[in-house]
């Protein structure tokens, strides 16, 4: 399965490039800044130059799959969230189902919510807004909604729920196996749920969905 990975220089996407890169499916890293392509050619892994803020289709064009793991980040302007998680992430969708990409998988988040009042509601209430575009789309989705993001080791055990607020912490290791294994785990697609590390083997798990 061919598959973009939107947002592809980020921390968890490119643990989620890597993983791929050793499975059976052909990555292609989505990247915003031609120097980075250097990484992900060391990776052997091919790369197309995009921007969420203006027309994708060149990078959609030919996959079978979309992992949606881009972000403004937390040192942008509320403006740069608006553009990116919520209007970049629909611009993804709608390119998604022109050129009949039919596999879209969201990295979102916990405590979403379109009337969000939380420290971060801009952030909250994007990300809202883009997964309910998704779950009213006709596209074969997976919303995966990690909490707190850490760097700690992968261990592949997680505790998975379709509860869809809350608190905990989440590796970037078992958030990127997370995604990956979606892409195989017909069960999967239609559902949203929270992954957060736990003790649960991550296979099981996701069968449990």
């Known amino acids: 399965m061919k598959v973009l990975v939107i947002g592809a220089n980020g921390n968890t996407a490119t643990r989620v490039i890597r993983r791929l890169a050793e499975s059976d499916h052909d990555p292609v890293a989505m ?11 060391r990776l052997g892994v091919a790369t197309v130059l995009a921007d969420l803020e203006y027309p994708i289709d060149h990078a959609i064009q030919g996959c079978d799959a979309i992992i949606f793991a881009a972000g403004s980040g937390g ?34 988040s916990i405590n979403n919510d379109i009337h969000s009042q939380s420290p971060i509601a801009h952030y909250h209430r994007a990300k809202a807004h883009a997964d309910n575009h998704l779950v009213e789309s006709d596209l074969d989705y997976t919303i995966v909604c990690p909490g707190g993001l850490t760097d700690e080791p992968g261990t592949e055990l997680v505790a998975v729920n379709t509860e869809l607020q809350g608190s905990g912490l989440t590796s970037r290791e078992n958030l990127a196996a997370a995604l990956v294994a979606c ?13 957060l590390d736990g003790d649960m083997p991550l296979a099981e798990a996701m069968m449990a969905l």
């Open 31 to 41: 990247i915003r800044d031609p120097a980075h392509r250097a990484k992900f050619d």
């Open 75 to 108: 040192k942008t302007g509320k403006d740069k969230t608006v553009l990116i998680d919520h209007l970049g992430a629909i611009r993804s969708m709608v390119a998604a189902q022109v050129h009949d990409v039919r596999r879209y998988i969201m990295l979102s």
């Open 183 to 195: 892409l195989d785990c017909d069960n999967s697609v239609g559902k949203s749920f929270s992954l």
